[in-house]
Protein backbone atom coordinates (compact mmCIF):
# COMPACT_ATOMS: atom_id res chain seq x y z
CA UNK A 1 0.00 0.00 0.00
CA UNK A 2 1.38 3.66 -0.69
CA UNK A 3 0.07 7.01 -0.92
CA UNK A 4 -1.20 9.16 2.54
CA UNK A 5 -4.60 7.26 2.84
CA UNK A 6 -2.82 4.07 3.01
CA UNK A 7 0.22 5.40 4.76
CA UNK A 8 -2.49 5.67 8.02
CA UNK A 9 -3.42 2.59 7.77
CA UNK A 10 -0.29 0.73 8.28
CA UNK A 11 -0.29 -1.61 10.64
CA UNK A 12 -3.51 -1.34 11.60
CA UNK A 13 -6.00 -5.00 11.33
CA UNK A 14 -7.53 -5.24 7.50
CA UNK A 15 -11.42 -4.38 8.83
CA UNK A 16 -10.20 -1.09 10.29
CA UNK A 17 -8.06 0.05 7.32
CA UNK A 18 -11.16 -0.97 5.05
CA UNK A 19 -13.55 1.47 7.63
CA UNK A 20 -10.46 4.75 7.50
CA UNK A 21 -10.93 4.75 3.73
CA UNK A 22 -14.47 4.63 3.43
CA UNK A 23 -14.13 7.85 5.83
CA UNK A 24 -11.61 9.54 3.75
CA UNK A 25 -13.86 9.33 1.07
CA UNK A 26 -17.17 10.32 2.37
CA UNK A 27 -15.16 13.46 3.52
CA UNK A 28 -13.76 14.25 0.50
CA UNK A 29 -17.15 13.54 -1.20
CA UNK A 30 -18.84 16.07 1.42
CA UNK A 31 -16.33 18.82 1.29
CA UNK A 32 -16.58 18.29 -2.89
CA UNK A 33 -20.88 18.37 -2.06
CA UNK A 34 -20.68 21.55 -0.02
CA UNK A 35 -18.63 23.22 -2.22
CA UNK A 36 -20.84 22.62 -5.25
CA UNK A 37 -23.86 24.04 -3.63
CA UNK A 38 -21.71 27.19 -2.04
CA UNK A 39 -20.96 27.90 -6.01
CA UNK A 40 -24.58 27.29 -6.79
CA UNK A 41 -25.95 29.58 -4.26
CA UNK A 42 -23.03 32.34 -4.13
CA UNK A 43 -22.27 33.04 -7.30
CA UNK A 44 -26.15 34.42 -8.90
CA UNK A 45 -25.53 36.59 -5.17
CA UNK A 46 -22.30 37.44 -6.57
CA UNK A 47 -23.34 38.38 -9.51
CA UNK A 48 -26.87 40.19 -8.52
CA UNK A 49 -24.99 41.96 -5.72
CA UNK A 50 -23.05 43.89 -8.18
CA UNK A 51 -19.96 41.56 -8.07
CA UNK A 52 -19.46 41.69 -11.71
CA UNK A 53 -19.39 45.23 -11.88
CA UNK A 54 -16.83 45.44 -8.42
CA UNK A 55 -14.21 42.77 -10.48
CA UNK A 56 -14.44 44.98 -13.71
CA UNK A 57 -13.45 48.06 -11.94
CA UNK A 58 -11.45 47.26 -9.02
CA UNK A 59 -9.73 44.28 -9.81
CA UNK A 60 -9.41 43.88 -13.86
CA UNK A 61 -10.16 47.59 -14.86
CA UNK A 62 -10.62 48.43 -18.56
CA UNK A 63 -6.54 48.94 -20.36
CA UNK A 64 -5.99 52.19 -22.20
CA UNK A 65 -5.06 51.23 -26.05
CA UNK A 66 -1.62 52.82 -26.44
CA UNK A 67 -2.23 54.68 -29.28
CA UNK A 68 -4.68 57.07 -27.03
CA UNK A 69 -3.24 60.05 -25.31
CA UNK A 70 -2.45 59.42 -21.98
CA UNK A 71 -5.06 62.09 -20.33
CA UNK A 72 -8.05 60.03 -21.91
CA UNK A 73 -10.60 58.24 -19.80
CA UNK A 74 -13.20 55.42 -19.34
CA UNK A 75 -16.79 55.92 -20.03
CA UNK A 76 -19.00 53.49 -18.71
CA UNK A 77 -21.89 52.01 -20.95
CA UNK A 78 -25.45 51.37 -19.90
CA UNK A 79 -24.99 47.90 -18.61
CA UNK A 80 -25.60 44.90 -20.12
CA UNK A 81 -26.76 41.67 -18.44
CA UNK A 82 -23.61 39.57 -19.34
CA UNK A 83 -21.20 41.82 -20.49
CA UNK A 84 -16.96 42.99 -20.05
CA UNK A 85 -15.75 46.16 -20.30
CA UNK A 86 -18.76 47.86 -22.02
CA UNK A 87 -17.69 51.16 -23.06
CA UNK A 88 -15.38 53.62 -24.43
CA UNK A 89 -11.85 55.06 -24.02
CA UNK A 90 -12.07 59.13 -25.34
CA UNK A 91 -8.85 61.23 -25.48
CA UNK A 92 -7.82 64.32 -26.82
CA UNK A 93 -4.53 65.75 -28.15
CA UNK A 94 -3.46 68.57 -30.02
CA UNK A 95 -4.20 68.01 -33.80
CA UNK A 96 -1.15 68.13 -36.30
CA UNK A 97 -2.26 71.74 -37.44
CA UNK A 98 -1.95 72.94 -33.55
CA UNK A 99 -5.28 74.79 -34.32
CA UNK A 100 -7.66 72.66 -32.45
CA UNK A 101 -7.54 69.54 -30.61
CA UNK A 102 -7.89 66.49 -32.09
CA UNK A 103 -9.94 63.69 -30.13
CA UNK A 104 -11.11 60.10 -30.51
CA UNK A 105 -13.57 57.33 -28.54
CA UNK A 106 -12.86 53.90 -29.50
CA UNK A 107 -14.33 51.19 -28.22
CA UNK A 108 -12.81 48.81 -25.21
CA UNK A 109 -11.08 46.46 -27.89
CA UNK A 110 -9.52 49.70 -29.51
CA UNK A 111 -11.71 50.40 -32.45
CA UNK A 112 -11.97 53.87 -33.31
CA UNK A 113 -15.54 54.84 -33.29
CA UNK A 114 -15.52 58.28 -33.90
CA UNK A 115 -12.59 61.12 -34.46
CA UNK A 116 -13.12 65.00 -35.02
CA UNK A 117 -11.40 68.32 -33.92
CA UNK A 118 -12.81 70.07 -31.11
CA UNK A 119 -12.33 72.96 -29.42
CA UNK A 120 -13.52 74.14 -25.60
CA UNK A 121 -16.90 76.55 -25.50
CA UNK A 122 -14.73 78.99 -23.29
CA UNK A 123 -12.32 80.14 -25.99
CA UNK A 124 -11.00 79.68 -29.26
CA UNK A 125 -7.87 78.16 -28.44
CA UNK A 126 -7.17 74.32 -28.37
CA UNK A 127 -6.16 73.34 -24.69
CA UNK A 128 -2.37 71.66 -24.90
CA UNK A 129 -2.27 67.89 -24.20
CA UNK A 130 -0.88 68.23 -20.61
CA UNK A 131 -3.73 70.28 -19.79
CA UNK A 132 -6.29 68.81 -20.67
CA UNK A 133 -8.04 67.24 -17.82
CA UNK A 134 -11.38 65.31 -19.20
CA UNK A 135 -13.51 63.87 -16.86
CA UNK A 136 -16.60 61.19 -17.72
CA UNK A 137 -19.99 62.19 -18.12
CA UNK A 138 -22.59 62.34 -15.17
CA UNK A 139 -24.63 59.36 -17.89
CA UNK A 140 -23.19 57.97 -20.78
CA UNK A 141 -25.53 59.02 -22.52
CA UNK A 142 -24.84 62.95 -22.10
CA UNK A 143 -21.85 62.24 -23.76
CA UNK A 144 -23.72 61.96 -27.08
CA UNK A 145 -24.99 65.12 -29.37
CA UNK A 146 -27.97 63.34 -31.06
CA UNK A 147 -30.70 65.83 -28.92
CA UNK A 148 -28.46 68.88 -31.19
CA UNK A 149 -29.00 66.43 -34.20
CA UNK A 150 -25.53 65.08 -34.84
CA UNK A 151 -23.62 62.03 -34.27
CA UNK A 152 -20.93 63.54 -32.61
CA UNK A 153 -19.69 63.36 -28.84
CA UNK A 154 -19.45 66.12 -26.04
CA UNK A 155 -16.41 66.04 -24.14
CA UNK A 156 -16.40 66.74 -20.75
CA UNK A 157 -13.38 68.95 -18.68
CA UNK A 158 -13.05 68.47 -15.33
CA UNK A 159 -13.04 72.86 -15.04
CA UNK A 160 -16.91 72.64 -15.91
CA UNK A 161 -16.36 73.67 -19.80
CA UNK A 162 -17.07 71.08 -22.78
CA UNK A 163 -15.20 70.30 -26.24
CA UNK A 164 -16.83 70.72 -28.95
CA UNK A 165 -16.87 69.00 -32.53
CA UNK A 166 -15.42 72.45 -34.45
CA UNK A 167 -18.24 71.31 -37.09
CA UNK A 168 -21.30 72.21 -33.82
CA UNK A 169 -19.36 75.16 -31.72
CA UNK A 170 -22.30 77.13 -32.10
CA UNK A 171 -24.42 74.66 -30.23
CA UNK A 172 -22.45 75.33 -27.16
CA UNK A 173 -24.60 77.47 -25.53
CA UNK A 174 -27.89 74.77 -26.20
CA UNK A 175 -25.78 71.78 -25.09
CA UNK A 176 -24.63 73.64 -21.83
CA UNK A 177 -28.08 74.06 -21.22
CA UNK A 178 -29.08 70.95 -21.57
CA UNK A 179 -26.65 69.05 -19.92
CA UNK A 180 -26.51 71.71 -17.15
CA UNK A 181 -29.94 72.81 -16.61
CA UNK A 182 -29.93 76.05 -14.82
CA UNK A 183 -32.30 75.73 -11.33
CA UNK A 184 -36.15 76.26 -11.17
CA UNK A 185 -37.12 79.32 -8.82
CA UNK A 186 -40.24 78.56 -6.75
Known amino acids: MTGPVYALTEGLPDSRCRLLRVKVSHRAM ?14 PLFWMEGGLAWLQKAVFPPRRPRFMPVNSIWIDAPSLPISWHHGWWFGCGLSSSGATNYCRLVG ?46 VGFLADGDLLLPVAVRNKCGSVKSRLFPAPQLA
Request: aromatic share 10%; with cysteine; glycine share 6%.
Open 108 to 153: ADGQEIYAAEYLPCAGDSPIDETSVRLVAPPHSTDMWLFSEGHDDV
Open 30 to 43: SFLFVSIAVLVVGA
